[in-house]
């Protein structure tokens, strides 16, 4: 199967912090959707952590020949996460970590 950057971005590596994809839908419709099912705050800022793992992911795997891994994905979001969190400000940053924490 081709792979297209629909499939990257909305492959497996979403069930873990629980995003839910309709993929019937149109791309900004779906967003949309996948927010409100979230239900829980910083959507964008997991969404966004998230796609750029996978696509370091895809990159481990094209320029070094290392094989996509969830388990090593999941630490690197993690991992990501936690080091993104120091750019919010202080009174956002006591409501990131424990979303972080639930996830794990």
Sequence with gaps: MDETAFHLFLSYF??????????????FQMMVNAEQQFQRPFF????IIGDWQ????RNNFI???????YNNWKQCFLEEAQLQ???F???KRP??????????
């Design 54 to 57: 996978i696509w370091k992911q």
């Design 14 to 27: 979403w069930q873990f912090p629980g995003i839910d994809w309709e993929i019937s839908m149109d791309f």
């Design 85 to 87: 969190s120091f750019r």
């Design 63 to 69: 320029f070094y020949r290392g094989g996509p891994c």
């Design 44 to 47: 964008m800022e997991i969404f």
């Design 89 to 91: 400000c202080h009174s």
């Design 95 to 104: 409501n990131f970590l424990p979303l972080l924490t639930d996830l794990a």
